[in-house]
């Protein structure tokens, strides 16, 4: 049966469509409103056709913060709520809402293991034209995402790092609503993603959470503005369920780093594991590690969570990390120890610049999209990968460029997806005759 509570706005057994006809006229939706249609959405009871409704009606007016985390609660007690505490103590998170070239997890999360903080991860797949972990880890032959419960909580407490998919009975409403969104134009409302994001972090068991917020042309959020806003409410949501949240605001109006493409990210996080990869990528990944190191208590403040980090890369124990979760997750560990055994396209090659000047923009969600058309992500969701495909850009903006220099190399299966990607990625390139600043990699923080 429905709950019929007493301070239901409407005295009378609750209805979605009354729900949805309220949200309609901009009134805030109660706690009480908000769970019955989580749970009757959840368990089949309230149609796809009313959930999208409601979702349309909150994209356009909104939610209150008390709103958005009623809902974010609603959507994490949907299913299992992980209590990662005897295992690991206070768990620490990190969550990127998204990008092209985001290799971040793969670098991050064994820097700080090594760093001695226990790592639990459960990562997704791409979205969009934004890449995702668990493809990319799944370039490494045999390495298994999909991990029994029993596994996962095994494997954190004896080498100290898991990173796996997220088990069904975690959020199932999120799941659903998420599907949903993506088929009824209601993914980009900043309550819709906030509460997304933060139901599968709370549901997963952290309690301490860094946000890496993107912002740009191959980013959800593409103004700052927005960016600012959606860490605001992540950061309000964690503040009124007890949580504890910063939130990064960061570029994405090139990629991070030069890799884009599942093997091609795998090799280049496996290059700044030993202490090289580029440097924009290098100090994001240290900026990213400081942070958790910090907040999870390990360091007393940001720069010595930064230094920390640095060292596990200098001294070789965050590979070494990297090395031992590949092992345990049953990956072939040669091809860590050997990355050209990763899987190689076909059809290799590098486009020269046509022209010099300096460079004004290189539009990263082109990139992203162009690598889906290699078949390096998914147009729908039941596509398979080719994990050998991608792009690797050469040039940053703000650089000054001669005739002749290479600008991006194209990792494709034939030649006509070669000239594709080659068409596609020249026209997202921007020149200048003057000289061009470099983007920043971070806009602030929000705490
Ligand atoms: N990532 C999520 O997990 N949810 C969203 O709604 C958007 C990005």
Redesign the pocket.
Known sequence: MSPTPEDSPVHRPLRAVDIIIRKRDGLELSKAEIDYFIQAYTSGEIPDYQASALCMAILLKGMTDQEATDLTLAMANSGEVLDLTPVIGKAVDKHS??GVGDKTTLVVEPLVAACGLKVAKMS?RG?GFSGGTLDKLESIPGYRVNLTMHEFLDQVSRIGIVLSGQSADLAPADGKL?AL?DVTGT?PSIP??AS??MS?KIAAGAHTIVLDVKTGNGA?METIEDARKLAELMVAIGRLSGRKVIALLSDMNQPLGCAAGNALEVLEAIETLHNGGPNDFRDHCLEAAGYLLYASGKTGNLSDGKKMAEKALENGSAFEKFRLLVQAQGGDVRVIDDPSLLPKAPVIETINAEQSGYIAGIHARTIGETIITLGGGRAKKSDSIDHSVGVVVHIKVGDRVEKGQPLFTVHAKNAADLSMARERISAGIHWSDQPVEPLPLFYGVVE
């Open positions: 809402t998204g997704g979205l998420y969104r993914v819709l993603i997304s994001i599968k959800f």
